[in-house]
T-cell receptor, first 111, second 112 residues
């Protein structure tokens, strides 16, 4: 099992550009999450999904959109990147209300 | 404000000593989890304690949960230099399904 994978690992964007981060899991988990982590801070929940075709807002959803068209994939989109979105993005998945399995992270810089 | 808050923010100890980290939270939870993060890496799950449990052990780790005080503690016994990392508590709360809220973490430095 690959577990949770994220692509890309690194990305540099200019202000106003758009991009999509892909998260994939092969554990048949119902729940998937997107977090961001800023230097010296914990993880903040952006959006999450409790099943295929469903999404919900987390703590810091503004400026991001998500889609869960397939159970194994959870996409995070930035329509118009801003420097404030410079961060490390982590995807995670879990079965219902159990431990989360994390991907290795995507380091995004917006200039 | 965040659901979980760890205390202390940073902790420096000698190898062999015990390290205790505390976590407080605000709302009812389904479970509480502790994770470790080495610098620049993803999070590694350490232990999960359910809301109806009071104490759990895993190797050198001991976690307690006091739901009346809305607090938890993580004890690492006989610490090693390899335990140097950031430690986060995370609470799973019922909310249109379940979602997990992380605290800001405790940075532990174990000196050899």
């Amino acid at each position: 099992n690959a577990g949770v994978t994220q692509t890309p690992k690194f990305r540099v964007l200019k202000t106003g550009q758009s991009m999509t981060l892909l998260c994939a899991q092969d554990m048949n988990h119902e729940y998937m999450y997107w977090y961001r982590q800023d230097p010296g801070m914990g993880l903040r929940l952006i959006h999450y999904s409790v099943g295929e075709g469903t999404t919900a807002k987390g703590e810091v959803p503004d400026g991001y959109n998500v889609s869960r068209l397939k159970k194994q994939n959870f996409l995070l989109g930035l329509e118009s990147a801003a420097p404030s979105q410079t961060s490390v993005y982590f995807c995670a998945s879990s079965s219902r209300a159990t431990r989360e399995y994390f991907g290795p992270g995507t380091r995004l810089t917006v200039t | 404000s965040q659901q979980g808050e760890e205390d202390p923010q940073a902790l420096s100890i000698q190898e062999g000593e015990n390290a205790t980290m505390n976590c407080s939270y605000k709302t009812s939870i389904n479970n509480l989890q502790w994770y470790r993060q080495n610098s620049g890496r993803g999070l590694v799950h350490l232990i999960l304690i359910r809301s109806n449990e009071r104490e759990k052990h895993s190797g050198r780790l001991r976690v307690t949960l006091d739901t009346s005080k809305k607090s938890s503690s993580l004890l690492i016994t006989a610490s090693r230099a390899a335990d140097t990392a950031s430690y986060f508590c995370a609470t799973t709360v019922p909310s249109g399904g379940f979602k997990t809220i992380f605290g800001a973490g405790t940075r532990l430095f174990v000196k050899a």
